[in-house]
């Protein structure tokens, strides 16, 4: 499992900014200062090379914990090398001003006013009695006894930089955007909801020429979709023509719609490329409304989740594009079926470890993050998919928060 930033940390700051005694609890002891072990002894050198723990301070009691739900909300398991050293590290390198261990092998990190805030009871500290299982030199807390420390290092510390940049008004808009993607030849595309626009006569796509803004009637270029992109996926494919492609949309033919625009024209010059869209040569295997788009490591491109239509029923699957021959690439996710309405938009990342598979997060989730079994289903289904249509060794990191729901 993994934790999520909160501040910003300036582990080599020359000044140590210690946290106020009015923050802390009235019980909390004043802290000392860490001294760690190598072979038996004392490792100067060791602290010289590590500026992250010496801003640490141990505090010299035990906390308690409430129950299930811990202290500090953010937990990393480390089953056979957990060390205060590298939790502390984790600690400070998410920016959290306070961290513990628990249980040999477990590592928290959180907010000081966690400890009041959920229910943190101050005990003695040789109720925390079990040896790090990676440090058999020092101890990381109990059964239920977290072993406390606080960071004394800057904290919330910024570095403005020279150019902070601006903002400020270019051109009006002839539509209203839904989405809007810079291309390769430097002009940004403007899609919005053909056939159900609120602006008279649009063709639900038009291409600004930013050296142009100066002259309306030059700089927008009319372009046109044929179906309604409200809430559709978007990408920009790999390939030398840096193609956009829209996925999906509102409803009727639409929710299968596969749009394709490759750039031309450059700077002041008007290309002639329009979309392309044509759902008797390329169109989604289900209909999709509020899916996601995702180029895999194979140049595949994988589209997940969404509704049949506006406030329909959930489409509680994926599917690879291109469509290999042999049959067709849809897995149903029955997670997605468990957190439906929750589930829209799912967020999607390619991690740099054999092309594995992140889902993070999703629209609507009400700040709860799920874990998903999406190994499970692609190893079952695998052959199905074709070869070349997916990447191998696929699997799934587990996102921060309160697992599967």
Known sequence: MAILPKHVVDPTASLSILLPETSLPSRLPSPLPITFLANGRTSDAWRESSSHIILWSRLTISLSEPGAPRVFPNKIVNAVNNTVQACLKRCSDYGYPAGGLEYAEECYCGDVEDIAANGGVMRPESECNMLCNGDPYHLCGGQQRLQLYQWNGGLN?????????????????????????????????????????????????????????????????????????????????PDKAGRQMTIGGWSVDSLYGVRLYSPDGSAGVNGTNDWEEDIQVLALQRGRWYPTSLVLANGSILVMGGEHGSNGAPEPSLEILPKPEGGDTVIDLDWLERTDPNNLYPFLHVLPTNGDILVSKCIHASHRDFGLTLADSLLERGPYLGQGHFPNNQGFTQPPGNGAQ
């Not at 910024?158 to 291309?183: A, D, K, M, Q, R």
């Open 157 to 237: 510390v910024w570095h403005e930089p020279e150019n902070t940049g601006h903002y400020e008004f270019l051109i009006s808009s002839p539509v209203v955007p839904l989405i809007t993607t810079i291309g390769i030849n430097d002009k940004v595309t403007f899609v919005e909801k053909f056939g159900t626009s609120v602006i008279p006569n649009s063709t639900g796509a038009y291409e600004l020429d930013l050296t142009l803004v100066d002259d309306y009637t030059k700089t927008w270029r009319e372009m046109h979709v044929k179906s309604d992109v409200f809430c559709a996926a978007t990408i920009v494919l």
